[in-house]
């Protein structure tokens, strides 16, 4: 298993582009996130989904889109990026048994807006 | 609402004392879990411990122990006999309510050092 994997690794973008950030699970786990980490304040979730088609708000979603038409996929668009993008983006999955049993990381995007 | 505090934003020790790492979380859900996860420099997070609201037996495995008290709403995270491999930020976090584990909150983390 690859676990999730999350493309690409690094990015520069100029303000105003836009990009998609890739995310994919092979652990077949119902639930996916997106969170965005700055230094000094942990990981902040941007969105999360339940399962195909169903997708939530976390506490920083502005700026942001996200779709789920499959179990495995979740990626996570920036239609106009801002500085106050620049930061690393994490992909997480978790299966919806409970207790849970904690989530799954990417290793992560690193993201730079001019 | 829903809140974790690491008030402890940078540590730093010599390698073999013992280092308490503090997490302090808000819920009103009378559910909940929480967790440790470890992010070596690397960048990679890493799930080290998950402890459900019902539980609050300490646990302990090899260098490492958690101390979970619901009266005080912490769950505090000890490493005994640091070792310069123990060099990482930790961060504490919580889930709690309908679909809890599709979304964890997260402290700001606490940066461990150790040095040699």
């Known amino acids: 298993n690859a676990g999730v994997t999350q493309t690409p690794k690094f990015q520069v973008l100029k303000t105003g582009q836009s990009m998609t950030l890739q995310c994919a699970q092979d652990?077949?786990?119902?639930?996916m996130s997106w969170y965005r980490q700055d230094p000094g304040m942990g990981l902040r979730l941007i969105h999360y989904s339940v399962g195909a088609g169903i997708t939530d708000q976390g506490e920083v979603p502005n700026g942001y889109n996200v779709s789920r038409s499959t179990t495995e996929d979740f990626p996570l668009r920036l239609l106009s990026a801002a500085p106050s993008q620049t930061s690393v983006y994490f992909c997480?999955?978790?299966?919806?048994?409970?207790?849970?049993?904690?989530?799954?990381f990417g290793p992560g995007t690193r993201l730079t807006v001019l | 609402a829903q809140k974790v505090t690491q008030a402890q934003t940078e540590i730093s020790v010599v390698e073999k004392e013992d280092v308490t790492l503090d997490c302090v979380y808000e819920?009103?859900?009378?559910?909940?879990?929480l967790f440790w996860y470890k992010q070596p420099p690397s960048g990679e997070l890493v799930f080290l411990i998950r402890r459900n609201s019902f539980d609050e037996q300490n646990e302990i495995s090899g260098r490492y122990s958690w101390n979970f008290q619901k009266s005080t709403s912490s769950f505090n995270f000890t490493i005994t006999a640091s070792q310069v491999v123990d060099s990482a930020v930790y961060f504490c976090?919580?889930?709690?309510?309908?679909?809890?584990?599709?979304?964890?909150?997260f402290g700001s983390g606490t940066r461990l050092s150790i040095r040699p």
């Open positions: 652990m077949n786990h119902e639930y």
């Open positions: 997480a999955s978790s299966s919806r048994l409970v207790p849970p049993v904690g989530q799954f």
């Open positions: 819920t009103r859900d009378t559910t909940y879990y």
């Open positions: 976090a919580l889930s709690a309510g309908y679909s809890s584990a599709s979304k964890i909150i």
